[in-house]
Structures are given as structure tokens and as C-alpha cells.
């Protein structure tokens, strides 16, 4: 019921929209709470596919590892599996205007301000976006794999995180888990970047401690497959900071919206001329999503919030010679202790 606790208090502190929003995503969580198993129960269980099985018990040695080693909490969350039939779990809804880079930003009392709204059905995620862009606005509606709601509930292995590679299995899992961990209400953006940097250096470090299973050849396998992620989104990060650049010089012109908005279509050229380039698709694959889909202020919007503080956390892991679990302890007390959580690392750095 806490769902519901936590709904019906924030939906106090807002205007009619906000607690029809919030109904729903309450509806949602009691829903996927009602469908949790016990993870023991579905390794159990002889109807269970045995690639799911395999999959599943990946997601609990990457927990066991991140509560172990990593020092992500543990608790009753990841002990329970919610199977979503192939389906993605959850829609996420980013808007931003045509002539800023900055995400709209929505206000919860208990995450603060986050740069999307997210939706249990699609139908309910693109009406959003049809609104949305009514007004004027760009967006971008992205499929959820997973999600955190940071210790309010005990949040479950949804069969959307065991999808893909070994590597990506880890990294979303250990991701999640750093949610539940710290959290800093109103800071979507060091908080998504920092989980994503625990979740892709973590995942690294565990299949190097591992192996991750199958053998040494798989074992090297993965691990190099982690890391190889790992330096994938670095380079793709460093790969956009110059078009942003030209993008926030232009946005800050004096030039007329219209302009503005002429000479944004030329620097999103450039950017898929040079992604198609520099990251090619690999032999009989499609290329990546964002050769694909249409760019605009949103997209790029997505990929700030979940990379745009990578080179800072960086600097703290260089300044901790790379020791993860000591780079996690640090940002807990700067969390838990501080008073400014954000200047005190900052601080740190400096030294």
C-alpha cells in the first residue's frame, strides 16, 4: 500500500493534472506489485524458459556483487520478478523547446524536478507527446527497461532489464540499484549520469571479477564487451559536445526564431553525417536509434541528462585511482552528510 501512501501525498501538493498523472502511475505500481514472484519461486519453477532462468540468475549475481563489493544497498529490492510479456515496461515522455537544449522539467515533492513524464501505456505516453507538441514544443518518447523508485517500494527484476547482451543485463541491473542507493532530489542529471557511469564501469569490473560464467573464452568475452560499452558511451559523448556547442552558441544568437531553427536543421545534419561515420552499423545490423530517429532538442536533451555529467564523475573516480566501491562510498557520505552534496565534490575534486 505505500504506493498509494506516497501518491495520495504528493498529489496533495499539485493542481488537477498532476493528480490525474500521478492516479495513474499510482494504478500502475500496485499493478506490477500484485504480479511479483519471488525470484527463488521462478528459478523454481519448471514452466520458466531456461534462457529466462539464466538471464534472471545473472540479474542476482550482478546484485549480489553490487551490494558485496560495490556497496549498493541491498534490502528487498531485486529479490522478485515481474514478467512483462515482451512488452517494454514503461514510456518516457521528454520535451524540450525548439530553440533551448534544457528538457522541460516537471516537480514532484519527493524526486523534486525530473526532465520527463513517464507512462505505464503507450497510448497514454503518446497523447502526452501529441500535447506536447502542440505547444510548440520538441520530444521524444523512449521505451523503459527498468526503473527505480528509490527504496519507497521494494522494486522488482522486470523481464524488460533481461533483455539484450550479458553485459547489458549487469549494467542495467547495478544502474537501478544505484537509484535505490543515493539519490538527490531535483538533479535528474547527476543522478541519471552518475548511475549510468556505475552501471557501464560496474558491469566492467564484473564479469573482469567473474567472468560472468561459461567458460574463459566467454568470460573475456564479456568482460570486453562491457568495456567496449563503457568506452562506446564516452566516445559518443565526446563525439556530441562540439555540435552542442555550435547548438547553444546559435540558441543564444540574436537571430529570429525562424532563423534559428533553419540553421539547427544544417548542425543536425552535420551530426547524422558524422554519426554514420564515426559509428558505423556493424556488418548485417540496422544502424543504432539515433541514426534513425528524427533529431531534435529532446533527443539530445535524453543524452545530457544521462551522459552530460559523465566527464565530472570521471575526474572523482581518477582522483580514487579507479576504485569504484571507494568512488560510491564517497558520493554516499556527500548524499547522506553534506549539506551540499554537490559542492562538497566539487570540492574534492579540487584538491
Same mark, same amino acid.
Given at each position: 500500500?505505500? @504506493?498509494?501512501?506516497?501518491?495520495?501525498?504528493?498529489?496533495?501538493?499539485? $493542481?488537477? &493534472?498532476?493528480?490525474?498523472?500521478?492516479a495513474q502511475q499510482g494504478i500502475g505500481q500496485l499493478r506490477i506489485m500484485?504480479?511479483?514472484?519471488?525470484?527463488?519461486?521462478?528459478?523454481?519453477?519448471?514452466?520458466?524458459?531456461?534462457?529466462? =532462468?539464466?538471464?534472471?540468475?545473472?540479474?542476482?549475481?550482478?546484485?549480489?556483487?553490487? !551490494?558485496?563489493?560495490?556497496?549498493?544497498?541491498?534490502?528487498?529490492?531485486?529479490?522478485?520478478?515481474?514478467?512483462?510479456?515482451?512488452?517494454?515496461?514503461?514510456?518516457?515522455?521528454?520535451?524540450?523547446?525548439?530553440?533551448?537544449?534544457?528538457?522541460?522539467?516537471?516537480?514532484?515533492? !519527493?524526486?523534486?524536478?525530473?526532465?520527463?513524464? $513517464?507512462?505505464?501505456?503507450?497510448?497514454?505516453?503518446?497523447?502526452k507527446q501529441a500535447e506536447l507538441e502542440a505547444r510548440g514544443l520538441d520530444?521524444?518518447?523512449?521505451? %523503459?527497461?527498468?526503473?527505480?523508485?528509490?527504496?519507497?517500494?521494494?522494486?522488482?527484476?522486470?523481464?524488460?532489464?533481461?533483455?539484450?547482451?550479458?553485459?547489458?543485463i549487469v549494467e542495467v541491473t547495478l544502474h537501478e540499484m544505484l537509484h535505490?542507493?543515493?539519490?538527490?532530489?531535483?538533479?535528474?542529471?547527476?543522478?541519471?549520469?552518475?548511475?549510468?557511469?556505475?552501471?557501464?564501469?560496474?558491469?566492467?569490473?564484473?564479469?573482469?571479477?567473474? $567472468?560472468?560464467?561459461?567458460?574463459?573464452? @566467454?568470460? =573475456?568475452?564479456?568482460?570486453?564487451?562491457?568495456?567496449?560499452?563503457?568506452?562506446?558511451?564516452?566516445?559518443?559523448?565526446?563525439?556530441?559536445?562540439?555540435?552542442?556547442?555550435?547548438?547553444?552558441?546559435?540558441?543564444?544568437?540574436?537571430?529570429?526564431?525562424?532563423?534559428?531553427?533553419?540553421?539547427?536543421? %544544417? !548542425?543536425?545534419?552535420?551530426?547524422?553525417?558524422?554519426? %554514420?561515420?564515426?559509428?558505423?552499423?556493424?556488418?548485417?545490423?540496422?544502424?543504432?536509434?539515433?541514426?534513425?530517429?528524427?533529431?531534435?532538442?529532446?533527443?539530445?536533451?535524453?543524452?545530457?541528462?544521462?551522459?552530460?555529467?559523465?566527464?565530472?564523475?570521471?575526474?572523482?573516480?581518477? =582522483?580514487?585511482?579507479?576504485?569504484?566501491? &571507494?568512488? !560510491?562510498?564517497?558520493?554516499?557520505?556527500?548524499?547522506?552528510?553534506?549539506?551540499?552534496?554537490? @559542492?562538497?565534490? =566539487?570540492?574534492?575534486?579540487?584538491?
Amino acid at each position: 500500500m505505500r @504506493a498509494l501512501v506516497v501518491v495520495a501525498v504528493v498529489a496533495q501538493l499539485g $493542481g488537477c &493534472s498532476t493528480v490525474t498523472y500521478l492516479a495513474q502511475q499510482g494504478i500502475g505500481q500496485l499493478r506490477i506489485m500484485h504480479s511479483r514472484r519471488r525470484i527463488t519461486e521462478v528459478l523454481g519453477d519448471p514452466t520458466v524458459k531456461a534462457d529466462t =532462468k539464466a538471464r534472471l540468475q545473472l540479474a542476482v549475481s550482478a546484485r549480489a556483487f553490487g !551490494i558485496e563489493v560495490l556497496g549498493l544497498r541491498g534490502g528487498d529490492a531485486y529479490t522478485r520478478f515481474v514478467d512483462t510479456e515482451g512488452r517494454p515496461l514503461a514510456w518516457n515522455v521528454w520535451a524540450a523547446p525548439k530553440d533551448r537544449l534544457r528538457p522541460v522539467r516537471h516537480h514532484f515533492a !519527493i524526486a523534486g524536478d525530473v526532465p520527463y513524464l $513517464g507512462y505505464f501505456r503507450e497510448r497514454d505516453a503518446l497523447r502526452k507527446q501529441a500535447e506536447l507538441e502542440a505547444r510548440g514544443l520538441d520530444t521524444f518518447v523512449g521505451e %523503459v527497461a527498468g526503473y527505480s523508485t528509490l527504496g519507497i517500494t521494494s522494486d522488482p527484476v522486470f523481464s524488460s532489464m533481461l533483455e539484450g547482451s550479458p553485459a547489458h543485463i549487469v549494467e542495467v541491473t547495478l544502474h537501478e540499484m544505484l537509484h535505490g542507493t543515493l539519490y538527490l532530489p531535483g538533479h535528474s542529471d547527476w543522478n541519471e549520469s552518475l548511475a549510468t557511469f556505475v552501471g557501464l564501469r560496474g558491469a566492467a569490473l564484473f564479469f573482469a571479477a567473474t $567472468g560472468g560464467g561459461g567458460g574463459a573464452k @566467454a568470460a =573475456k568475452n564479456v568482460f570486453l564487451e562491457a568495456a567496449a560499452r563503457q568506452k562506446q558511451a564516452e566516445r559518443f559523448s565526446q563525439f556530441l559536445q562540439p555540435f552542442v556547442h555550435q547548438l547553444e552558441t546559435l540558441y543564444a544568437g540574436p537571430s529570429s526564431l525562424e532563423e534559428k531553427l533553419r540553421a539547427r536543421e %544544417v !548542425i543536425f545534419q552535420r551530426i547524422r553525417d558524422s554519426f %554514420v561515420v564515426q559509428f558505423p552499423a556493424k556488418p548485417g545490423k540496422k544502424p543504432s536509434q539515433f541514426a534513425r530517429a528524427p533529431l531534435n532538442n529532446a533527443v539530445l536533451a535524453v543524452h545530457a541528462t544521462y551522459h552530460g555529467e559523465t566527464p565530472e564523475h570521471a575526474r572523482v573516480l581518477d =582522483k580514487l585511482h579507479g576504485d569504484l566501491a &571507494s568512488f !560510491i562510498r564517497l558520493y554516499k557520505h556527500a548524499v547522506n552528510d553534506e549539506d551540499d552534496p554537490l @559542492a562538497y565534490l =566539487k570540492r574534492y575534486k579540487s584538491r
